[in-house]
């Protein structure tokens, strides 16, 4: 499986990390940069008010290769490798994970979706790491929690 994972800043400047299914292989940095970016221009907030996409710092290809040796692969195997990065598909329709979209088809569906100034109600910023050192320079990552 291969995805794109792009790092961005939130409007509290704390980091946390998204990950973009179904990307074509021979796309462009520039394309895809293009598109992140244009995200930076959605002004979605959690439910705190907090911007989600502030700005983007970077994207990377991230390819995959699982080989069963035996017996079925654990569901919670796979959600614990996946904490700290969110998927794009989350903020979606359920019925948008049926169709094959492009990266860009992913965010021009997010935009018809949410105006902006839109707070997404039941989703909120939680720190992954909070036992960072204060005089650390790595900013503490976060994740957007769907609530209860």
């Avoid at 179904?22 to 940069?33: F, L, M, N, T």
């Avoid at 990065?85 to 979606?92: D, M, N």
């Avoid at 948008?96 to 910023?125: C, H, N, P, V, W």
Wanted: charged share 35%; proline share 2%.
């Amino acid at each position: 499986m291969r995805k794109i994972v792009a790092t961005f800043k939130n409007g509290e400047n704390k980091t946390h990390c998204w990950s973009f299914d179904q990307v074509e292989p021979d796309e462009s940095g520039a394309k895809i940069r293009q598109a992140l970016e244009r995200l930076t221009t959605s002004n979605i907030f959690d439910e705190a008010g907090i911007e989600i996409f502030k700005q983007v710092l970077d994207a990377k290809f991230v390819e995959t290769i699982e080989t069963v040796l035996f017996g079925e692969e654990s569901a919670k195997d796979s959600e614990e490798e996946a904490e700290g990065i969110q998927a794009l598909e989350r903020l979606l329709p359920d019925e948008a994970a049926a169709r094959k979209l492009e990266l860009t088809q992913k965010i021009d569906l997010l935009f018809e979706q949410y105006s902006a100034g839109m707070k997404l109600k039941g989703f909120r910023f939680e720190a992954v790491a909070d036992d960072l050192d204060s005089e650390s320079d790595k900013e503490p990552e976060v994740f957007l929690r769907e609530l209860d």
